[in-house]
């Protein structure tokens, strides 16, 4: 496995790699790698000749300082976990590599990046769009891989790249969530819970879970949000942020009383670690 931490050196390999015709698989991470991370380095492997992973703890997408500090950092793992996953370059670089002046750039993607995490993290997705466009630009995949568990994110992704990424010719390809034995969703934000909260957890899976179960015997949007609100409820560790029944393309609130083509996505504090999970109905 190859580390590169310039971007120069990173595209010179990839050039010649491309000259030979290999195709390049793509997985843009934090760090603080899990399963989650490394069933989307799987697929590359299966789908490409060569997989490139980056490790970027991205400033701009934190709207919270605390959030960005506490972020958990572990780059000599990371190196360990990917090698014994068969990646075959890491992108690990500074924060002045990949920002060595203000990006001003301002991406203008309507509801797709304004509602849920747009609305409730002001400036994440311009962040998001700000390190993916670049890594994408950088790397140029055949095709980069990103989880379920992001849910908008994709879709922001996705929206990103139609509007402002006409050379760009790879596809952005969506993988399943991968969860606990109990449920949870993996998270690199799940070491930040302690025992008791970790227990708490485990209550926002089985909370989605159980809504798909109601809303498979018909249940209205209505009776599925009440649902989860007194279950979220029911947990003095946990306090729901947000609940959206949302269409699962354009993401905007279900209107119907019944959901149809539709995704849940929550967002629940357990103590100060803020989780986000979704279920396609
Ligand atoms: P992050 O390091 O949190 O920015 O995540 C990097 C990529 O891994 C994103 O595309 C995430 O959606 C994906 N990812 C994170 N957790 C999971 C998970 N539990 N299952 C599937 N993909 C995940």
Known sequence: MEIFYEIAPLK???????????????????????????????????ENDFTVVS??????QFNNKEDLEKYPRNLEADFRLLEDNECDMVFAPAVAE???EEDT????????????????????????????SKLLDIVNPDNAYFGQKDY???AVIRAMVKKYMHGFKGNIVSCPIVREKDGLALSSRNSHLDEGQRKSA????????KAKELSDKGATCKEIEEFIKKSIATDANLCL?????ADKDTLLTIKESKPKNAVICITVYDGKTRLIDNILL
């Open 105 to 132: 750039r301002k991406f203008e993607l309507g509801d797709v990046a304004q509602v849920m995490e747009g609305k409730y993290r002001p400036g994440h997705f311009n962040g998001v769009c700000l390190i993916v």
């Open 241 to 245: 942020e947000y609940v959206e029944i």
């Open 202 to 209: 485990v209550i926002i899976s089985q909370t989605l879970f």
């Open 98 to 100: 990949m920002y060595p």
């Open 55 to 60: 490790i970027f703890v991205n400033p701009t």
């Open 152 to 154: 908008q994110q994709i």
């Open 12 to 46: 010179k390999k990839l050039a010649a790699l491309k000259l030979q015709n290999k195709t390049i698989g793509f997985v843009a991470t934090m760090g603080a790698l899990h399963q989650g991370h490394i069933s989307l380095v799987e697929k590359s492997n299966k």
